[in-house]
Structure formats: C-alpha cells, structure tokens
C-alpha cells in the first residue's frame, strides 16, 4: 500500500519560502510521476508542479513558473517543492500525489491521472 505524508507547510509572509516535503512509503517503482496539487476551499483541485523520478523531467503551472522548484531524492523516496516569492494566492492546502510507473506528460495536472494521494498540508501566505 503506498502512503503519502507531506510536511512543511505554515504560515509566511508574502516574499517569503517555505519547502515542502513528501514522504512516500510503498513505493517499489523508481519511475513514478511524483506531482503537487493545491487546493482552496470551493475550487478545483489544482496541479502546481510535477517530476517524473525516472529522469528528472519538470511540468509547473505558469502562475509558479520561476518561483517554484519540484525535485526528489529517488534513493529516499522523497519529493520536495520548494515554494520562493510567495504570494497571498499561493495560500491553500497542498497535496502530494503519486502515480506509479507514470510518465506525466500531458497529464501532470489531472487529479485523476494519480492514484495516490497524501492528507495535505496547509499554507498560508499573509500581504
């Protein structure tokens, strides 16, 4: 059974960072597609970044694009977002996904493209 478990998440300023971190177990694939999604509450669920673990390709939505950086630890089964230049829209719960043996391509986005999810994590951003 895989299991997500995000940290890092908290309060910031607006200009500040914050890293979050996935803790996957379960996982017996080092070529996953390993994705960030937030959410607020009434809205979709929302992609914000991906990596395929197998090769290290990157997909980020343009509204984090150069502010947000995804990356892993393959060998730890570790997925990071690291969140520069916050803003008070960045501010919603956020979700660590898994989709095993996946190549994100097209679909890095779709919720429903990741079988695995974690509880989120919470940020928020103040102006």
């Known amino acids: 059974q895989v299991q997500l478990v995000e940290s890092g998440g908290g309060s910031v300023q607006a200009g500040g960072s914050l890293r979050l971190s996935c803790a996957a177990s379960?996982?017996?694939?080092?070529?996953?597609?390993m994705g960030w999604f937030r959410q607020v509450p009434g809205n979709e669920r929302e992609g914000v970044a991906a990596?395929?673990?197998?090769?290290?390709?990157?997909w980020y939505a343009d509204s984090v694009k150069g502010r947000f950086t995804i990356s892993q630890d393959n060998a730890k089964y570790l997925a990071y977002l690291q969140m520069n230049s916050l803003k008070p829209e960045d501010t919603a719960t956020y979700y660590c996904?898994?989709?095993?043996?996946?190549?994100?391509?097209?679909?890095?986005?779709?919720?429903?493209?990741?079988?695995?999810w974690g509880q989120g994590t919470q940020v928020t951003v103040s102006s």
């Open positions: 996904a898994a989709a095993p043996l996946f190549w994100c391509g097209g679909s890095w986005n779709r919720p429903r493209a990741f079988p695995y």
């Open positions: 379960g996982l017996t694939h080092k070529s996953s597609c």
């Open positions: 990596i395929y673990t197998g090769g290290s390709s990157t």
